[in-house]
């Protein structure tokens, strides 16, 4: 079967540094997917893996690597705003998106 | 530039009525994929509708059927409503060959079934 593993929720300060994990076993692999997710309103893409190796975009950064079907979101200067739920997903050898349940994201002061 | 929209925002339905849910995609794409989402769930694939024909479908019952017209717009219909089709239903669309397949998403249809 196909399974997508990230934890279910994190807390982190605000001004921190938090690391997300998602973990994938799918039927074939064309890339990976990171969406945020506010509470009540549609997912918004974050960013795009489909090779090894690091992606930075501003504040949030995305690794893949593909042998040990692991991803990571990095998010940096975490701030009140970003208190959401984080979404991994995988496209896989059909390009049908295979999401995760999502790890939901708490922002302290 | 227009992005996803959807009709309506929220529905409240009875057992074994239908729904019509609608999509309109982003400005310039041209394929429309359906998903539910639960409460603290993420995103389950219901189908994909690519040149007003459905391409791939999920792990989804026949009751689940779906339409794409001419202008990419798209229908989700659900016949026979149980309590566990109580779900937020999103609309995503796409370019075919655009890249990354990114998908944008709308603001989602709530579906409550009483």
């Known amino acids: 079967g196909q399974n997508i593993d990230q934890p279910t929720e994190m807390t982190a300060t605000e001004g921190a540094i938090v690391q997300i994990n998602c973990t994938y076993q799918?039927?074939?692999?064309?890339?990976l997917f990171w969406y945020q997710q506010h509470a009540g309103e549609a997912p918004t893409f974050l960013s795009y893996n489909v090779l090894d190796g690091l992606e930075e975009k501003g504040r949030f950064s995305s690794f893949l690597s593909r042998s040990k079907g692991y991803s990571y979101l990095l998010l940096k200067e975490l701030q009140m705003k970003d208190s959401a739920s984080y979404l991994c997903?995988?496209?896989?050898?059909?390009?049908?998106?295979?999401w995760g349940a999502g790890t939901k994201l708490i922002i302290k002061p | 530039d227009a992005g996803v929209t959807q009709s309506p925002t929220h529905l409240i339905k009875t057992r074994g009525q239908q729904v019509t849910l609608r999509c309109s995609p982003k400005?310039?794409?041209?394929?429309v994929s359906w998903y539910q989402q639960a409460l603290g769930q993420g995103p389950q694939f219901i189908f994909q509708?690519?040149?007003?024909?459905?391409?791939q479908r999920g792990n989804f019952p026949d009751r689940f059927s779906g339409h794409q017209f001419p202008n990419y717009s798209s229908e989700l219909n659900v016949n026979a409503l149980l309590l566990g089709d109580s779900a937020l239903y999103l609309c995503?669309?796409?370019?075919?060959?655009?890249?990354?397949?990114?998908?944008?998403f709308g603001p989602g249809t709530r579906l409550t079934v009483t």
């Open positions: 509708y690519y040149e007003e024909e459905e391409r």
């Open positions: 799918t039927s074939g692999f064309n890339g």
């Open positions: 995503a669309s796409s370019l075919v060959g655009g890249g990354t397949y990114e998908q944008y």
């Open positions: 400005s310039g794409h041209d394929t």
């Open positions: 997903a995988v496209r896989d050898s059909n390009y049908q998106l295979i």
